[in-house]
């Protein structure tokens, strides 16, 4: 196997070199003409070697879908996860001079900016049939940088048990009879911690603040971790914590149906969606080998597997949904949304604002 992917190296760069040559004799010398050259060969290269895909430590792909990939493109995927999605970010940025690796998967909409702006992303704009399901998620100005793989809403949910009359509102919730019955997640230190606070400034405005400082005066339990809260905190049959009301996806509640009944539901207008992009990293070792990973994302192969893999929706529309997700999860109508700019530009100043209000 080795052997094989070192001369396919050995026969891409052999024909590099024979495809500048040729360029070099039917045409004048020039940085243009040298430049249209080196890309066609990259092109037309085989792909092989190793691939690096530099994503958060939540991701998962079926090991046998990840063993066909390999197989099938001659490249070996070597994972890099330096943390979480605000993590994987700030080190693209420190590292741009000298990458982590070639691709990156799980950049998402609340820090796509600072990766746009910090220059780590090279251009790419796939063309897997999922791509133009993609596009729907886009950002602007920025579409050939990053593609949408999936998405999520973050959510606050609730044990039904403790709430036969339906759910209560966000307005309820810092109503004294809820007192010390929620527990969310520090947006300073947690992913979906960080969508739900940008769903409350989404929702409420110049208000948030007010809503927060209420819900501190009515107990609200903070947790460093998505974990902490759910697996925890929750109130819910399979956990048997202290909270009804946790933070958390409207695709958890499939997780909770005990004996064909549900057990948890999502507050669906209480949230934020959370869409997740790959793309090619400026300055990777092996570029070619980066695209076919992008494409491969966008395949029906792992579109399909994300909701049991990684608990997410696949942005093709069409792989089929699990049932259970069909009957327990449904996404929010209008799920809050912020421009990635303008999360960019206020995010460490409403954590800091958040932050001083709900814990110092």
Same mark, same amino acid.
């Given at each position: 196997?080795?052997i &094989?992917?070192t001369?396919?190296?050995?026969?891409?760069a &052999?024909?590099?070199t024979?495809?500048l040559?040729?360029?070099s004799?039917a045409t004048e010398?020039g940085a243009?003409s040298?430049?249209?050259?080196t890309?066609?060969?990259?092109a037309? =290269?085989?792909?092989?070697?190793?691939v690096?895909?530099?994503?958060?430590?939540?991701?998962?792909v079926p090991?046998? =879908?990840l063993?066909a990939? $390999?197989?099938?493109?001659?490249?070996d995927?070597?994972?890099v996860?330096?943390?979480?999605?605000? &993590?994987?970010?700030n080190?693209l940025v420190?590292?741009?001079?000298a990458?982590?690796?070639?691709?990156v998967y799980?950049?998402?909409?609340?820090?796509a900016?600072?990766a746009?702006d910090g220059? !780590?992303?090279?251009?790419?704009?796939?063309?897997?049939?999922?791509a /133009?399901?993609? =596009?729907?998620y886009?950002?602007?100005g920025a579409?050939?940088?990053?593609?949408?793989?999936?998405f999520?809403?973050?959510?606050?949910?609730?044990d039904l048990? =403790?709430f036969p009359?339906g759910a209560p509102?966000?307005?309820? %919730?810092?109503?004294a009879? #809820?007192a010390g019955?929620?527990s !969310?997640?520090n947006?300073?230190?947690?992913?979906?911690?960080?969508a739900?606070?940008?769903a @409350?400034?989404?929702?409420? /405005?110049?208000? +948030?603040?007010?809503? +927060?400082e209420?819900?501190r005066a009515?107990? %609200?339990?903070? @947790?460093?971790? +998505?974990s902490?809260?759910y697996?925890?905190d929750?109130s819910?049959?399979?956990?048997?914590?202290?909270?009804?009301?946790?933070?958390?996806?409207?695709?958890?509640?499939?997780?909770?149906?005990?004996d064909g $009944?549900p &057990?948890t539901?999502?507050?669906?207008? @209480?949230?934020?969606?959370q869409?997740?992009?790959?793309? *090619? %990293? $400026?300055?990777?070792?092996?570029?070619?080998g980066?695209?076919? *990973?992008v494409?491969w994302? %966008?395949?029906?192969e *792992?579109?399909?597997?994300?909701?049991?893999s990684?608990?997410v929706?696949? *942005?093709? @529309?069409?792989v089929e949904?699990?049932?259970e997700?069909?009957e327990?999860?449904p996404l929010a109508d209008?799920? #809050?949304?912020?421009d990635?700019? $303008?999360?960019?530009?206020?995010?460490?100043?409403w954590i800091?604002?958040w932050t001083?209000?709900?814990?110092?």
């Amino acid at each position: 196997m080795r052997i &094989t992917r070192t001369a396919a190296v050995t026969a891409a760069a &052999t024909s590099l070199t024979l495809a500048l040559a040729a360029c070099s004799q039917a045409t004048e010398p020039g940085a243009s003409s040298t430049a249209e050259a080196t890309e066609t060969a990259q092109a037309e =290269a085989p792909l092989g070697g190793t691939v690096r895909l530099v994503t958060h430590d939540s991701f998962y792909v079926p090991d046998d =879908a990840l063993a066909a990939f $390999e197989a099938e493109s001659g490249l070996d995927v070597e994972l890099v996860q330096p943390g979480d999605a605000g &993590t994987l970010v700030n080190q693209l940025v420190l590292t741009k001079d000298a990458p982590l690796g070639d691709a990156v998967y799980g950049i998402d909409n609340t820090f796509a900016s600072r990766a746009i702006d910090g220059g !780590v992303l090279a251009p790419y704009a796939s063309t897997a049939p999922a791509a /133009g399901d993609s =596009a729907e998620y886009a950002i602007p100005g920025a579409e050939d940088l990053l593609t949408a793989v999936d998405f999520s809403d973050v959510c606050l949910n609730y044990d039904l048990a =403790a709430f036969p009359d339906g759910a209560p509102t966000l307005d309820d %919730l810092t109503d004294a009879r #809820y007192a010390g019955q929620v527990s !969310v997640t520090n947006p300073a230190t947690s992913s979906p911690g960080l969508a739900f606070m940008l769903a @409350t400034q989404a929702a409420m /405005g110049d208000s +948030w603040l007010d809503w +927060w400082e209420a819900m501190r005066a009515n107990d %609200l339990r903070v @947790t460093a971790s +998505w974990s902490d809260t759910y697996f925890t905190d929750f109130s819910a049959p399979n956990y048997g914590g202290d909270y009804p009301v946790v933070l958390s996806y409207a695709s958890s509640p499939p997780s909770e149906v005990i004996d064909g $009944e549900p &057990t948890t539901a999502a507050m669906l207008d @209480t949230c934020f969606r959370q869409v997740e992009y790959a793309g *090619v %990293l $400026e300055g990777a070792d092996n570029p070619a080998g980066a695209q076919a *990973v992008v494409d491969w994302l %966008l395949s029906d192969e *792992v579109q399909a597997s994300m909701p049991e893999s990684m608990y997410v929706y696949p *942005v093709s @529309t069409s792989v089929e949904l699990p049932a259970e997700w069909v009957e327990f999860a449904p996404l929010a109508d209008a799920p #809050y949304t912020l421009d990635a700019a $303008e999360i960019d530009a206020n995010r460490d100043a409403w954590i800091d604002e958040w932050t001083a209000t709900v814990l110092d």
